[in-house]
């Protein structure tokens, strides 16, 4: 992991930027909309910045937009990268070492993913417990710098469980239905097979999807607390007699979004609160 790279893009954000972002907000499919949201925002194109990669994935804008939400100042990831792309981990996790440098200590994710556990259905979210990793790949992958975090991070805590605990005491408030479960990243970007889902079920995983888990890796290398919500946007494939579109995905985001820029929005805060 570059350091110069780090600082580099960090000093190029921090210039332009009246207030310190405390909260960092990771976007996915169909949920950048939140950024829309912030006021005052100061936007800055990922092509502007110093060692960041360029988004090229549909549906995603690619900027950050830093300002105020809810009395927080946060800053957001309006788009992600995703592995799937072609970016190495190292590119995709980059901007979180990038929030770590910037002073941010809490990061929201969210994700659009499909649903494994039968008990979930298209609309519903999330609340992310815990995470398994399908990919064999690693942000971590490669030599340690002791400066950024520890060579064998733990992981036993990935999800905050005080932030988990707030965002249920959130979907009560609100008397929104919020679902739990264990999210696995595969990488994608071709949907799973039938007997992946199968399998994926019987090791405990209740949603799947290709983006989310480097991130909270490199996160959690970092120090950061991290809580997490999947949009379940599709039942996975196998589960209904009908094939997977991205197309379905985009839609569920977009019927479900009102709701869920509600609750992201009620957690902010109520951490901001705190
Ligand atoms: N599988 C993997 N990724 C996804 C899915 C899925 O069914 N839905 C949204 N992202």
Sequence with gaps: MNIEAINKATQ?????LTEQPKLGLILGSGLGKLADEIANPIKIKYAEIPGFPE???????GQLVIGELKGA????????????????LEQVTFP???MKE???ET??????????NHSLEPGDLMLITDHINQTGANPLIGPNNQELGVRFPDMSTAYSAPLQQLARDVAKKLTMTLKEGVYVWNSGPSYETPAEVRMIGQLGGDAVGMSTVPEVIVARHAGMEVVG???ISNMAAGILDQPLSHNEVIE??????EQFLSFVKEMIASMTDK
Aim: aromatic share 10%; charged share 20%.
């Design 55 to 61: 988004s090229t994935v549909e549906g995603h804008e």
């Design 252 to 257: 569920t985001t977009e019927r479900v979004r």
């Design 96 to 98: 979180v070492r990038v």
């Design 229 to 231: 919500i999947s949009c």
């Design 12 to 16: 190029f954000i921090s210039e332009k």
């Design 73 to 88: 100042t946060v800053l957001a990831m309006q788009g992600r990268f995703h592995f799937y792309e072609g970016y190495g």
């Design 107 to 116: 990061v929201v994710v969210t994700n659009a993913a499909g649903a494994v």
């Design 102 to 104: 910037l002073g941010i």
